[in-house]
C-alpha cells in the first residue's frame, strides 16, 4: 500500500494514522488500539541487500549481499571490503572500485568457486538460474549490482546504492555491460535462492488481478523457479 492510499484510507474513515517511518504505530481498531509493526519505504528498498559504505565500495557491498542473503554466510559490507582492499591495489581500488577479480580472490578464501562470463540475459534465466554480480552503467559510473530474479519481462536488481529496483529488460539490457559474476560450486542453494517470490514482493506494483492465479494474486507475484541443466 503506498503512501497516498494510506492518506486516502485516513481521510475516508477519519481515522489518525501517525506518520511510520519504520518500528511500529498505533492502529485504532473494534476492542481497542492494536499495536502493528510497521518498515519504511527505505528500510524495505535495503531489506535484502547491503547499502554501500563508501563511493566507491559497491563491489564489497554486493558480495556481501550476494553472501547473507543468498548463501546463508552472515559477513558485513565492512568485513569483505576491508578483506579485499588487503589485497589489492589500493589506489587503484580508491578510484575505480573492486575488481570481479578481487571478488574471485575473496571468495576462493571462503571455500567458494566463482567466475564471470558472458551470457544473454534470457541464458541466465533459463541456464544459469543462479543469483549474480554484474556491472551497469548507472548514470555515467560504472556500478556492480545483484541480480536477484529475472521474469518474463523484468529484471529483480538488489542495488548498494539505490536498493532494491526493478528494471525491464531492455532497460537493464541497455546499461548491462553482458558479464556475470556468479558462485559455481553450490547450485543447489544458490538456485534455490534465485527468482524468489519474497523478493519480488518486496518490490512488487499494487497486485491487480488478471487471472491465472485461484488466490487472486497478481500474475506478477506467479514467478517459477527455472531449473537448469548447465552442470559446472
Request: proline share 3%; hydrophobic share 40%.
Amino acid at each position: 500500500m503506498d503512501g497516498k492510499t494510506v492518506v486516502a484510507m485516513s481521510l475516508l474513515f477519519c481515522l489518525p494514522w501517525p506518520c511510520a517511518y519504520g518500528g511500529s504505530v498505533q492502529v485504532p481498531g473494534i476492542g481497542g488500539q492494536i499495536t502493528m509493526d510497521v518498515v519504511s519505504f527505505q528500510e524495505q528498498r535495503f531489506s535484502t541487500i547491503m547499502r554501500q559504505e563508501y563511493d566507491y565500495s559497491c563491489g564489497s557491498a554486493a558480495l556481501a549481499s550476494l553472501l547473507s542473503f543468498h548463501y546463508g554466510q552472515q559477513v558485513t559490507e565492512h568485513a569483505v571490503f576491508e578483506s579485499m582492499l588487503a589485497n589489492a591495489d589500493k589506489d587503484k581500488v580508491r578510484q575505480e572500485g573492486f575488481s570481479m577479480l578481487d571478488m574471485k580472490r575473496y571468495l576462493a578464501g571462503q571455500g567458494y568457486r566463482a567466475d564471470g562470463f558472458r551470457l544473454s540475459l534470457s541464458g541466465l534465466r533459463q541456464q544459469v538460474g543462479l543469483p549474480l554480480i554484474v556491472l551497469m552503467n548507472v548514470d555515467g559510473f560504472r556500478h556492480f549490482v545483484v541480480v536477484k530474479g529475472i521474469s518474463d519481462q523484468d529484471v529483480l536488481v538488489g542495488d548498494p546504492a539505490r536498493g532494491l529496483k526493478v528494471y525491464s529488460r531492455d532497460a537493464f539490457a541497455r546499461q548491462w555491460d553482458g558479464i556475470a559474476f556468479a558462485i559455481r560450486n553450490q547450485l543447489t542453494q544458490g538456485r534455490g535462492a534465485f527468482n524468489r517470490r519474497e523478493d519480488w514482493q518486496q518490490v512488487a506494483r499494487a497486485p491487480v488481478y488478471h487471472g491465472g492465479d485461484p488466490n487472486g494474486q497478481s500474475l506478477g507475484y506467479i514467478l517459477p523457479q527455472w531449473s537448469s541443466s548447465i552442470d559446472w
